[in-house]
C-alpha cells in the first residue's frame, strides 16, 4: 500500500510542475493590436478563432481579422489568400519561410494540404497530393539538381509536414543560396490544467471460482484524485488521472452443503479492497458555450490493495427445532496485490466561465480485469459519477 500511496504523491507533486509549461497565446489583428489569452481553433476546417482572457467573455476571431497568432515558442497560423481569385483569406500554418514559402491547412474531411507561396507571389497556391510532382515544375521551376521531372522525387519528398519541407528547403537553397530560409519549429500550441476529482461508484463483481457463490456481488463504493489536461488548439484533449478507488459488493446468501447438520448454511461473498487507478483519457469536448458536452474514452491501469475480502458463513435454524446453531464464520480471503487493466469511457458537461475554476461532471464506465486467479479481486464492471475542478 506504501507504494501505492506513493504513487498518488508523485502525481501531486509532479502534475503542478508540468502546469508551469502552460503557454501564453497571442493573437496579431489587422488594426495592429497584440492581444493575450488562450485561443481555440474550432469549426469547419478550422477556421475560427476563439480567444479567452482572465476576466472576460471569450472573443471569436475569422482570418479577415487575424494576421497571425502564436504562443510563446512559435508562431501557429497565419492569415493568407489562397489562389488568384481568393476574396477572403484562411488561417495556414506555416512550415517554411524564405525566398519559397510553405504552409498547410486542412480539407473539410480532415485531411493535410499543403500550399507553396512563390517568390512575389501574394497568394498560395495548393499542392493536391494526386498532381504534386506537375505543381513542382510549374511552382519551382529553374533548379535541375533537384530532378522534379522524375518520379523519384515523390518517393524523397513525400506529401508530408517533412518531407515537404525539404523539398521547399533544398529549392531555396539552390535558387537563392545566399538568402536564409527558416524551417518553423512546430507546436501543439498545448495548454497544461491540473485539478482535483472525487465521486461515488456503483459496482458489479463477477467470474468468482467455482468453489464460492455463483452469484454477483453489488455494491456502492467512492473515489478521490488528481488529474492532468492536457489541450490543445482544437476540440481534443487528452487527461491523465491518478485516482484512490473503494471498491466493495456482497453477494447474495447461497445455501451450500454442511453435512446433513441440524441446521442450514449460508454462504455470502463480501468484496471490500482498493485500488490506484492510472487512467489515460482521450477526450472531444462538443461547443464553445459556458456548458459544454464531452466524450472520452481510454485505458485503464489499476494496481489493487488493503484487500479485506471475506467469505460469511451465516448458521441458523428453520424453527423445527430448539437447539441453537454454531456462531457465524467469517473466512478471511486476503492474497497478495494484483495488477489491474481496463477500459473507460463516458461522456460529461464542462462548465467554464472567465476567472473561475472550470467544473466537470462526468459520468463513466469501466470495466476492469483484476486477475482471473485472484480469488479477492475478480472481474469488475463500475459505473461511476465524478466532479472536479480545473485550475
Known sequence: MKSSLLLLALGLTTIPALAQRAG???IVTTAGDTLRGRLQLTGSRLQTLILRRTG???????PTAVVSYGDENSLLGQSKLIGPHASTPEFVTPLVQGYTSLYVGQTDNGKQVFYIQPADSTYLVAVPPQSSQLTYLRLLPDCPSLKLEYSETLRRYSYNSGGMSRLIMDYNACRKPQQ???QLKKSEGSHVS??????????S???????????AATGQGYQVGVLLNLSGKTRF???LEAVYIHLQGKSSANQVYNGNAYYNTDER????YAQIQVPLLFRYTLGNSTLRPFVNAGPIYGINFSDKSALMYHNYVDGTTTQIPPADEKISLKSQRTNSLGLTGGAGLMLRQPSLPTLMLDLRY???IDGNTNNTTPNHQSLRLDLSVLF
Open 24 to 26: 501564453n497565446d497571442y
Open 56 to 62: 472576460q467573455a471569450p472573443t471569436t476571431f475569422s
Open 180 to 182: 536564409t530560409s527558416l
Open 194 to 203: 491540473i485539478g482535483v476529482k472525487g465521486g461515488i461508484n456503483s459496482s
Open 205 to 215: 463483481f463477477r467470474n468468482f471460482p467455482s468453489a464460492y457463490t455463483k452469484s
Open 237 to 239: 484533449s487528452t487527461q
Open 269 to 272: 461473498l463480501l468484496i471490500d
Open 366 to 368: 469501466d470495466y476492469m
